[in-house]
């Protein structure tokens, strides 16, 4: 059973900074899909960003330039680093992760099999 845990939310004012963790315990494999959404009150959900196991990574338009999706295989943690950071981006930032997904892709980030519990992030302007 794959296990994800989110750290770093928190709040922030526009134009700062934040980056978040996920850590993921469980089934040790090397094919995994990490990922990126986040929902805002209201709305729906919004794919962020994902990268494959071979470091491919995919980002949504309105976070493009100004969001980074890296991974630390040897800790098992994803991060997002969060730059230039708007008030439209304030949301519950959530982790997903599969192992051998059919697509692999911002797009398509909530759609992962497993979650974590979510962070928030609230920017304020």
């Known amino acids: 059973q794959v296990q994800l845990a989110e750290y770093g939310g928190g709040s922030v004012q526009a134009g700062g900074s934040l980056r978040l963790s996920c850590e993921r315990s469980?089934?040790?494999?090397?094919?995994?899909?990490m990922a990126w959404f986040r929902q805002a009150p209201g709305k729906e959900r919004e794919g962020v960003a994902a990268?494959?196991?071979?470091?491919?990574?995919t980002y949504a338009d309105s976070v493009k330039g100004r969001f980074t999706i890296s991974q630390d295989n040897a800790k098992n943690t994803l991060y997002l680093q969060m730059n230039s950071l708007k008030p439209e981006d304030t949301a519950v930032y959530y982790c997903?992760?599969?192992?051998?997904?059919?697509?692999?892709?911002?797009?398509?980030?909530?759609?992962?099999?497993?979650w974590g519990q979510g962070t928030q992030v609230t920017v304020s302007s």
């Open positions: 997903a992760a599969e192992s051998d997904a059919v697509v692999c892709a911002s797009d398509y980030a909530a759609t992962l099999a497993y």
């Open positions: 469980g089934p040790y494999v090397l094919t995994y899909c």
């Open positions: 990268i494959d196991a071979d470091g491919s990574t």
